[in-house]
């Protein structure tokens, strides 16, 4: 089941009694498209925004949503754009909530003519991500402000794993395995499940598992509040915030510092790295995302820094050399020439793409010989009694899920 970090249900019961103040009309209206919201499946969080939305629709309409014509529309939508407290974003969801609303209300195949018109693009505002993106030398400043391997861990496990927050604060022990290479953990977020890797930060990640209260346990949280107040119980969202704005004014930091600021992060750092195909696997955007072009963005002086360079008209500053010139293994802190794919000490991969493909080739490598052993089952009857039994034996019932 998801944790509700953000206490969407009761966001929603508490717009929903907002809704009493409204006229007779526009309370029963909202009401049922509350009811039809729900019926396509529309998540509590977006439901309460939608009541939201459309309880500041009506008190500037000033009239049933029901009567308003065109006019009063445009009049409206005029003053949802001039309205100087509300944010873009904000501005945007009234908008799209306000088609969605009367394409409902009318009962209509396509936008009816009173907001047909009303054009609502997502707005890119660079310019307000621009300079106020964590770099890593502050995620690692904010993390070294911790007062316990909690904060550390989260803080630099929250970087590392690019999470959206309502992905990763719920994690449970159950979630996580350990390989050779570091510490794998599954997520649930918007587009699905996927599976992330903590390979910088995997020292500091196994300190916090290892002292953490409960784990004797047969399963826990792994956030858990360490406090009075629900103590060893999962940590809240406002938790979340208080423990990064603690550590922001420790660290002397004026930069935003809130749970997306670290996904802000994590994007920007990995998008020198990674492909896009790989980017949007590890941040779990949907093929035809336009996030990365947000981030190829903020990121344009690389181009125009490696020009410079590459003509010979910038010199390195000593210490970013210093710090290019090697890699440092995660495991056993070796340091290895900067193009070394693998640590020459224990042979513990040193990047994340790398670790990525051979999880790729592994799991090519386990799918044929699942196929082989099924084939070679089938073709010798004798065995394939023997074989099943060892199968239930063994507990991998699960891999051979097709085989009968």
Sequence with gaps: MKVDIHDYEKRLHYFLNKLNNLDKANREDILKFVRYLSAEGISTGRIAKYIYSLINIVRILNKPLRDASKEDIVDLVSKIETNKEWSDFTKHDHKVILRKFYKWLRNSEDYPPEVK???APRKKNYEKLQGKILTLEEVEKLANCADNPRDKAFVLVLFESGCRIGEFLPLKKSDITFDSFGIKFVVNGKTGTRELRIIKYQKEFK????????????????????????RFELMSYGNVRKLLL???????????VNPHAFRHASVT?????????????????VRDTDMLAIYEHLDGKDLDEALLKLHGLKQEEIKESKQLDKKVCPRCGHENNILSQFCSKCSMPLDLKTVIELDETRRKLDEFMLEMLKRIAEKY??????????????GLEELFTSYK
């Design 117 to 119: 018109w009303i054009k």
């Design 246 to 256: 603690d550590l922001k004014k420790k660290a002397g930091i004026n930069k935003p």
């Design 381 to 394: 009857p004798s065995i394939k009694k023997d074989f099943k039994q060892l199968v239930k034996e063994k």
């Design 269 to 285: 750092y990995f998008s020198k790295y990674l492909p896009d195909s790989l980017l949007k696997k590890k941040f779990g955007w």
């Design 207 to 230: 300190e916090w598992l290892e002292v953490h209260p409960l784990k004797n346990k047969d399963d826990f949280f792994v956030w858990v509040s360490l406090g009075d107040k629900n």
